[in-house]
C-alpha cells in the first residue's frame, strides 16, 4: 500500500515506495493534462526496471538513475508520447539500459528520437531476481501504448490506460476509440490488485476503475450520436454542447475524443462522415430507412 495520500508523494525527485518491489519518481511537468506530472516507475531490487522515464529533464533522469543504484538493466515505454519517453536516450546515457518499446515505435509512427533498442510485444515477459513484468499491449490512446503487468504484486503499470482523476484522450489517427474500449474490456478480465498510473496516485478497485471509464466512454458516445441524430453535423458544435462546464482549453483538447467516437459509429455503421464533418446518421447519410 502506498505510503499516505500526502501531495508530498509527487515532489520532484522523491523516490516513493509503493511496494517493496515497485516506486515511483514523479517528473516535474505537471499540468493540464499531466496532473502531478509523469510517473517513472522503478521495478525489482536486485534487478531493477525503469517503465517511462518521462521528459528529458536532467534533474529527474538523475534521480531516476541514482535510485536505480547501478542495478538498471532496461528502459520500457508504454508508448512514445512528449510526457512519457523523450528522456529514455538521456537515462540510457547514464545507466547503460537498453531502451525497449512496442514495433510501432520502432517503425517511427511518431517518436524517431526515441529510437528504441530492442522491440517487446504482448506476451513478452522481463524476468528479474525478484520480480515478473507480463507486456500487454493495449491500443487505443496511442497505437503503440503497452501496459505492463508485474506479477507479484498484482499491480498493472498502466501509462495512459487510465489516469487518476481525469479522463485519456483517445485523439485520431494514431488514438481509436473502437481499441480503447477493446483494450479496457481486456485489463477488466486480469486478476488485479491495484493501477498504477502514468499520472497520479495508484488506482483501486481495478475493476471498479475500468468499469467507470468503459461507462463514460459509452455515455459520450450516447450523448454525440443523440446530438447527429438531432443535426449537429460538425464537431466544434458537439464538443460545444457536450463539454459546457469544461475550461475552453480542455475543450480543444476534446476535439480529438469526439472525433474519435464519431469515426467509431461510422465504422459500425451508425453514422457517415470524415474529418470534422459533415456528420450524419447513417440512414441520412444514404437515403435509405435503416430502421
Given at each position: 500500500m502506498?505510503?499516505?495520500?500526502?501531495?508530498?508523494?509527487?515532489?520532484?525527485?522523491?523516490?516513493?515506495r509503493v511496494t517493496p518491489r515497485l516506486a515511483r519518481i514523479t517528473a516535474p511537468n505537471p499540468g493540464m493534462m499531466t496532473g502531478p506530472g509523469t510517473n517513472t516507475w522503478i521495478v525489482g531490487d536486485a534487478d531493477r526496471v525503469v517503465v517511462d522515464p518521462g521528459p528529458d529533464d536532467e534533474a529527474h533522469l538523475q534521480a531516476v538513475a541514482d535510485a536505480g543504484e547501478g542495478r538498471i538493466r532496461a528502459i520500457l515505454i508504454t508508448h512514445a508520447h512528449p510526457d512519457h519517453s523523450p528522456g529514455a536516450r538521456r537515462l540510457q546515457a547514464i545507466t547503460d539500459a537498453?531502451?525497449?518499446?512496442?514495433?510501432?515505435?520502432?517503425?517511427?509512427?511518431?517518436?524517431?528520437?526515441?529510437?528504441?533498442d530492442h522491440a517487446i510485444d504482448d506476451g513478452d515477459r522481463l524476468d528479474g531476481d525478484d520480480f515478473t513484468l507480463h507486456c500487454l499491449h493495449t491500443p487505443g490512446h496511442a497505437a503503440d501504448h503497452l501496459c505492463f503487468l508485474l506479477e507479484q504484486d498484482r499491480i498493472l503499470i498502466a501509462g495512459d490506460q487510465v489516469m487518476d482523476g481525469s479522463t485519456v484522450v483517445?485523439?485520431?489517427?494514431?488514438?481509436?476509440?473502437?481499441?480503447?474500449?477493446?483494450?479496457?474490456?481486456?485489463?477488466?478480465?486480469?486478476s488485479l490488485d491495484a493501477i498504477a498510473p502514468g499520472h497520479g496516485r495508484l488506482l483501486r478497485p481495478p475493476r471498479d476503475v475500468l468499469d467507470a471509464v468503459i461507462a463514460h466512454r459509452l455515455e459520450r458516445e450516447r450523448m454525440i450520436l443523440e446530438l447527429v441524430s438531432a443535426g449537429?453535423?460538425?464537431?466544434?458544435?458537439?464538443?460545444?454542447?457536450?463539454?459546457?462546464?469544461?475550461?475552453?482549453?480542455l475543450q480543444r483538447v476534446?476535439?480529438?475524443?469526439?472525433?474519435?467516437?464519431?469515426?467509431?459509429?461510422?465504422?459500425?455503421?451508425?453514422?457517415?462522415?470524415?474529418?470534422?464533418?459533415?456528420?450524419?446518421?447513417?440512414?441520412?447519410g444514404n437515403g435509405e430507412d435503416q430502421s
Open positions: 502506498e505510503q499516505s495520500q500526502s501531495e508530498d508523494q509527487f515532489a520532484p525527485g522523491r523516490l516513493y537498453p531502451v525497449m518499446a512496442h514495433p510501432n515505435e520502432l517503425q517511427g509512427i511518431r517518436d524517431d528520437a526515441l529510437a528504441a483517445i485523439s485520431p489517427p494514431d488514438g481509436c476509440m473502437q481499441d480503447y474500449l477493446s483494450s479496457l474490456r481486456r485489463l477488466r478480465e486480469l449537429e453535423a460538425q464537431i466544434p458544435g458537439l464538443v460545444g454542447r457536450i463539454y459546457t462546464h469544461v475550461p475552453e482549453a476534446a476535439f480529438g475524443s469526439v472525433r474519435a467516437h464519431l469515426e467509431k459509429l461510422r465504422d459500425e455503421g451508425r453514422v457517415t462522415g470524415d474529418g470534422h464533418g459533415p456528420w450524419r446518421p447513417a440512414s441520412a
